[in-house]
């Protein structure tokens, strides 16, 4: 290939004007960002049409990274660092050639950088520069994993002739570029730096009866990752352990521990729990970001109408107690961040009570809730009493108690912000009922109850559209008509699921006099009554929105909320 000015490539084909040419020039000399970025960032030209471009242009291939599979050998033939480097990895391989995906076809920096290393003449492939990194980052991860464990059979081995391993320091930075360090420890770091880049939110490592499997929580499914042999499992359990501060010798307990690590700059909380089996240690661990990025609306997914009933409830509360509800894994605690983060100020005393603190909030008093030393959420909430508060937070309400001392300070001028699990606003209710808190407390401390769900968002890669058949139109209860749904074919990006990231859907229930009335006197058909009178709109509504939307899928409706 010639070499091109790609700057010269867009304007002789029509994609640009000279003038936006020379803004980009003008600021890649400021940034030294790639040409290209500056051209999508600024909105002069998409990737696509780079690609398209590009390829006709030059004849340059175009290859779809989501769906296309890189033998795991190609992160033998260029190293981590130079793939890294140059946002390029090779996908296929002769004895004199190597193929090169390049978000940067043009880069010949690189091409010449690629065909001193593998002795090969390099021939160049465009994709798309996000799929680039990801292929990037999971090549790699997987070669480190591997080699890793390569490593500890090798050592396993050597250990049983006699040829012990030299000790190594333990690091609490996860660099799995970290040559140095002993093969259990670059094996843990790998896992963990893989569970990052997934976003995962849990890693589950499970012993078997021939190895251990890695698996990672990722947009709330469990998703298999990699297989660790049985003999190395107990040198990988022992690392964690000795990360967590645990007792390594004691394996038939259960054991809870917390470690702090560094990922890319990333600080993150590691909470680890561990569980005999018949087949050894389960070890789980929860990734904690502390950068709140979900403590948002945006963030959270509340908009329109719901963003509206949000914020109006917020904003006219300064005291009683405002409620977030949902089962497990709803995303409640999301949702409560948010509502902190809008609330905290100079003029206020903000205290939260929390198991765990998942995000560390400046400005706020945050307090770390330990059942084992006798700071519980009903003792602490009654210290807290003491200490001058405008606004409590309280992580979760789980016993009558903690329900009752909330409810109270809620009715003496405190406003009180909680989660509770139940299924939706009106359980919610019933919940507070059965664990002992009088009807007279909750009509008059309750101010609003939001209940939400999380759902997965189809995979922007793969999203197809379709027509409905009439029986799931109707199981959305929509009426008669003609619409277009979409689903996602599955690719790379998404593991095959058809689904990437999540986003909430809401109901919020501000507490009026009708509904306080129904709550005192604990008539479920009055309080229905009054919720049809209320500015109160299902969730059922929020899940329509976005299946016609195209950002959620109707089955993935009927799989979180089932049949309403």
Do not use: W
């Amino acid at each position: 290939m010639k070499y091109v000015k790609l700057g010269d490539l867009l304007v002789n084909s029509g994609c640009i004007t000279q003038a936006q040419l020379d803004e980009a020039l003008a600021l890649q000399e400021d940034t030294g960002q790639r040409l290209g970025s500056i051209l999508q960032t600024h909105g002069f030209i998409t990737e696509r049409q780079l690609i398209d471009t590009l390829m006709s242009q030059l004849g340059v291939e175009f290859i779809d990274l989501n769906t296309y599979p890189i033998p795991p050998e190609m992160a033998q033939l260029l190293p981590k660092s130079a793939a890294k480097k140059h946002m390029a990895v090779p996908v296929r391989a002769t004895r004199t050639d190597v193929h090169l995906a390049m978000a940067d076809p043009l880069n010949f920096v690189a091409i010449e950088e690629v065909r001193a290393i593998t002795l090969r003449r390099v021939i160049p492939l465009i994709a798309a520069s996000a799929a680039v990194e990801r292929a990037v980052q999971n090549l790699y991860s997987n070669q480190g994993a591997m080699q890793a464990i390569e490593d500890m059979q090798r050592d396993l081995l050597g250990s049983q002739y006699g040829a012990a391993a030299p000790a190594q320091p333990q690091s609490m930075t996860v660099d799995e570029d970290e040559a140095d360090a002993a093969p259990a420890i670059r094996l843990v770091n790998s896992i963990i730096d893989r569970a990052c880049t997934e976003g995962a939110s849990d890693i589950h490592m499970e012993p078997g009866e021939d190895s251990m499997t890695i698996r990672m929580r990722i947009d709330g499914a469990l998703r298999a990752i990699i297989p660790v042999p049985r003999e190395l499992q107990s040198s990988v359990i022992s690392r964690l352990k000795i990360m967590a501060r645990m007792d390594i010798a004691q394996k038939l307990i259960p054991q809870d521990g917390r470690a702090n690590v560094t990922v890319r700059q990333e600080s993150l909380d590691l909470r680890i729990s561990t569980l005999p089996t018949i087949h050894g240690e389960k070890v789980v661990i929860r990734l904690l970001r502390k950068t709140p990025e979900l403590a948002t609306l945006e963030g959270i997914g509340l908009e329109g109408g719901n963003r509206e009933r949000f914020c109006r409830l917020v904003d006219n509360a300064t005291e009683g107690v405002i409620l977030m509800v949902g089962p497990t894994g709803s995303g409640k605690t999301s949702t409560l961040y948010a509502m902190i983060d809008r609330l905290k100020s100079e003029e206020v005393n903000l205290v939260s009570l929390e198991d765990p603190v998942e995000y560390h909030i400046d400005g706020i008093c945050q307090v770390q809730i330990n059942d084992k030393t006798g700071l519980t959420f009903a003792s602490v909430l009654r210290s807290v009493l003491r200490q001058d508060p405008d606004i409590i937070a309280v992580g979760e309400i789980r016993d009558g108690e903690t329900a009752e001392i909330a409810m109270r300070a809620a009715m003496t001028g405190h406003l009180v912000l909680s989660t509770i699990h139940t299924n939706n606003a009106v359980s919610s209710i019933d919940r507070l009922l059965d664990i002992g808190v009088e009807p007279y407390l909750i009509a008059g401390a309750v101010k609003g109850i939001v209940s939400q769900r999380l759902l997965r968002k189809v995979c922007p890669h793969c999203k197809k559209p379709y027509v409905p058949p009439a029986e799931e139109r109707e199981a959305l209860d929509l009426p008669p008509g003609e619409y277009t749904f979409y689903r996602g074919a599955g690719c790379g990006e998404c593991f095959g699921t058809g689904y990437r990231g999540r986003t909430g859907v809401f109901e919020i229930l501000p507490v009026n006099p009708a509904i306080r009335r129904a709550i005192h006197s604990r008539s479920l058909k009055e309080l229905e009554a009054a919720m049809e009178q209320a500015d109160f709109h299902p969730i059922m509504e929020n899940c329509r929105k976005l299946v016609l939307d195209g950002v959620t899928s109707s089955e993935e409706v009927h799989r979180v909320l089932g049949g309403g």
